[in-house]
């Protein structure tokens, strides 16, 4: 037994050596407070991590406290949250801040249970916000973190993050020197060492405690998931004109890019002809076909097709010009239809 004690105190020692020399420089970790961490925690869910850094000093400038976020329109989130993708992370980063703002006057809960109190926080991100802003000695488990431990132990049987992992990450974060440093650094340690693929073996300060480095196993650990394959949907878009006017509506408040802005569409589960299309948008104009495109996601391909038609006002749309558009929350798919549209 104190001979495993001290193997995870080594790893924990050259994990917290390793970050403190190498850390990425990131605004968040420059200007560290725990409204600001939770905020790039939300904004890094499944959006790369150059392009949060990118956005995170903007959205920081225009909220930079819970209350100023539960106070506004649910529109400027979305606004803001333009091209990062996932929408609903910002729809539940503003509940979180009403509910921070009415529960725990104005600031970010400290505790783990309490974090998973905020809607669209679970178990990893209450983790990170506990352990990183407020250094609480409590585990984190994503992905890289996932991936490094199996690794580490050499553990071929888990290829998703499990309760195996979840243990084995406690047991490393109860004798750690800070929890602070030793989580961001395991997280920051599976993103630019130990990658899913062609991992950084040679320059890699773990090497001689790895495992599966030991047997040669590190790029068959984990296992990979089985990918389910993509589902495939067909939107028909109409960019309807009035004068030097476009015609918008506003999604429905559920399902994907809920209450977002879009041109006229149709979202369809099978190929539609144009006629269908001025039927179900109940247009009476004449569609002209302008362009098509293929808007990929992680679970779905939708293929769109642009059509636009000239009409008279209609009270069904909100009728904006060009100079209008750039603070609309319309997500970066309905950006590509209003470009079609635009080089026509």
Same mark, same amino acid.
């Given at each position: 037994?104190?001979?495993?004690?001290?193997?995870?105190?080594?790893?924990?020692?050259?994990?917290?050596?390793?970050?403190?020399?190498?850390?990425?420089?990131? $605004?968040?970790?420059?200007?560290?407070?725990?409204?600001?961490?939770?905020?790039?925690?939300?904004?890094?869910?499944?959006?790369?991590?150059?392009?949060?850094?990118?956005?995170?000093?903007?959205?920081?400038?225009?909220?930079?406290?819970?209350?100023?976020?539960?106070?506004?329109?649910?529109?400027?989130?979305?606004?803001?949250?333009? %091209?990062?993708?996932?929408?609903?992370?910002?729809?539940?980063?503003?509940?979180?801040?009403?509910?921070?703002?009415?529960?725990?006057? %104005?600031?970010?809960?400290?505790?783990?249970?309490?974090?998973?109190?905020?809607?669209?926080?679970?178990?990893?991100?209450?983790?990170?916000?506990?352990?990183?802003?407020?250094?609480?000695?409590?585990?984190?488990?994503?992905?890289?973190?996932?991936?490094?431990?199996?690794?580490?132990?050499?553990?071929?049987?888990?290829?998703?993050?499990?309760?195996?992992?979840?243990?084995?990450?406690?047991?490393?974060?109860?004798? @750690?020197?800070?929890?602070?440093?030793?989580?961001?650094?395991?997280?920051?340690?599976?993103?630019?060492? @130990?990658?899913?693929?062609?991992?950084?073996?040679?320059?890699? $300060?773990?090497?001689?405690?790895?495992?599966?480095? %030991?047997?040669?196993?590190?790029?068959?650990? $984990?296992?990979?998931?089985?990918?389910?394959?993509?589902?495939?949907?067909?939107?028909?878009?109409?960019?309807?004109?009035?004068?030097?006017?476009?015609?918008?509506?506003?999604?429905?408040?559920?399902?994907?890019?809920?209450?977002?802005?879009?041109?006229?569409?149709?979202?369809?589960?099978?190929?539609?002809?144009?006629?269908?299309?001025?039927?179900?948008?109940?247009?009476?104009?004449?569609?002209?076909?302008?362009?098509?495109?293929?808007?990929?996601?992680?679970?779905?391909?939708?293929?769109?097709?642009?059509?636009?038609?000239?009409?008279?006002?209609?009270?069904?749309?909100?009728?904006?010009?060009?100079?209008?558009?750039?603070?609309?929350?319309?997500?970066?798919?309905?950006?590509?239809?209003?470009?079609?549209?635009?080089?026509?």
């Amino acid at each position: 037994m104190a001979r495993k004690e001290t193997t995870k105190k080594e790893i924990t020692s050259c994990i917290e050596k390793w970050f403190l020399k190498t850390a990425r420089v990131f $605004p968040w970790r420059e200007e560290d407070f725990p409204w600001g961490r939770i905020v790039s925690e939300f904004m890094a869910q499944q959006t790369q991590i150059d392009r949060v850094a990118a956005r995170w000093p903007e959205l920081m400038s225009r909220f930079p406290t819970p209350e100023s976020l539960s106070s506004s329109d649910e529109q400027e989130i979305l606004s803001l949250w333009q %091209g990062l993708g996932y929408y609903r992370r910002a729809k539940n980063l503003k509940q979180s801040a009403e509910v921070m703002t009415q529960n725990f006057a %104005g600031e970010v809960p400290s505790e783990v249970n309490e974090l998973l109190s905020l809607p669209g926080v679970g178990k990893y991100t209450a983790g990170a916000v506990a352990s990183i802003a407020f250094d609480k000695r409590v585990p984190i488990v994503d992905t890289n973190v996932h991936r490094v431990l199996c690794r580490l132990f050499n553990n071929s049987n888990e290829p998703i993050p499990s309760k195996w992992t979840w243990d084995m990450a406690e047991e490393l974060v109860k004798v @750690c020197r800070s929890p602070k440093i030793f989580n961001e650094g395991l997280m920051e340690f599976g993103a630019v060492i @130990c990658t899913p693929k062609s991992p950084e073996c040679n320059g890699c $300060p773990m090497q001689s405690k790895c495992e599966a480095y %030991g047997k040669g196993l590190q790029n068959q650990i $984990p296992k990979p998931k089985k990918s389910l394959p993509r589902k495939q949907e067909h939107h028909y878009a109409v960019v309807v004109q009035s004068g030097e006017e476009l015609g918008f509506e506003q999604r429905s408040s559920k399902g994907l890019w809920a209450d977002m802005w879009q041109v006229p569409t149709v979202d369809s589960s099978r190929t539609l002809n144009k006629h269908e299309v001025s039927e179900m948008l109940q247009l009476e104009s004449e569609l002209s076909r302008i362009g098509s495109f293929e808007h990929i996601l992680s679970h779905r391909i939708i293929s769109f097709t642009v059509f636009s038609c000239r009409m008279s006002r209609d009270s069904r749309f909100t009728w904006l010009k060009s100079e209008d558009l750039a603070e609309l929350p319309l997500a970066s798919a309905q950006r590509k239809v209003l470009a079609v549209h635009c080089v026509t």
